[in-house]
């Protein structure tokens, strides 16, 4: 069982916002960062958000994200067919000394 | 740009060891700490260990403390995992994870 909480799935028509949260605790979302990664089917985690709501180079503004206590939110805007992924989040544990994922929450465009 | 490219990764019998490697191109790996990741088949990724900037402090997952140590060469920006006593459910794809990026991962199977 994950220490972090998501929604299993979202799904949404093209061009909509969806968001997707995660849950934690005092111990990890509330205080560390958190990151969040997109993966593609077949491919690599890739890093979507870093330190809570700072986008790497080359990721579309269309990708946001924000943090509150323990819990944290990313939002997909203009949603397109290829966000088609499974997202999740992660922070490091201070209690468990240990980085942990969330169970994902795979996006669908209808 | 950053480029990840671990290597290693092989089919192995329950008890075997393998030695992970990671090089990092394009970014100096001194600034960051550094991980290894994996994730099962069909699975979620699971964080297996990490190391800061200096090596001076390292961190395990349960299921592997004891068996796995990470290490590094800051001077040829490498990374590095070395796994004893493997068990089945350390078949995965590791990858070698950092703040600039990841790596496209390799394929330990343990059977």
């Known amino acids: 069982q994950s220490v972090l909480t998501q929604p299993p799935s979202v799904s949404a028509a093209p061009g909509q916002k969806i968001t997707i949260s995660c849950s934690g605790r005092?111990?990890?979302?509330?205080?560390?960062?958190v990151a969040w990664y997109q993966q593609v089917p077949g491919t690599a985690p890739k890093i979507l958000i870093n330190?809570?709501?700072k986008r790497p180079s080359g990721i579309p503004d269309r990708f946001s994200a924000s943090k509150s206590g323990a819990s944290a939110t990313l939002g997909i805007a203009g949603l397109q067919t290829g966000d088609e992924a499974d997202y999740y989040c992660?922070?490091?544990?201070?209690?468990?000394?240990?980085?942990?994922f969330g169970p994902g929450t795979t996006v669908t465009v209808l | 740009e950053v480029q990840v490219v671990e290597s290693g990764g092989a089919l192995v019998q329950p008890g075997g060891s393998l030695r992970l490697s990671c090089v990092v191109s394009?970014?100096?790996?001194?600034?960051?700490?550094m991980n290894w990741v994996r994730q099962a088949p069909g699975k979620g990724p699971e964080w297996v260990a990490n190391?800061?900037?200096?090596?001076?402090?390292?961190y395990y997952v349960d299921s592997v403390k004891g068996r796995f140590t990470i290490s590094r060469d800051n001077a040829k920006n490498s990374l590095f995992l070395q796994m004893n006593s493997l068990r089945a459910e350390d078949t995965a794809v590791y990858y070698c994870a950092s703040r600039p990026g990841w790596g496209q991962g390799t394929l330990v199977t343990v059977s």
């Open positions: 992660g922070a490091w544990d201070s209690s468990l000394n240990t980085y942990v």
């Open positions: 005092s111990s990890n979302i509330e205080k560390n960062y």
């Open positions: 190391i800061k900037q200096d090596g001076s402090e390292t």
């Open positions: 330190d809570n709501d």
């Open positions: 394009g970014v100096n790996i001194t600034t960051y700490w």
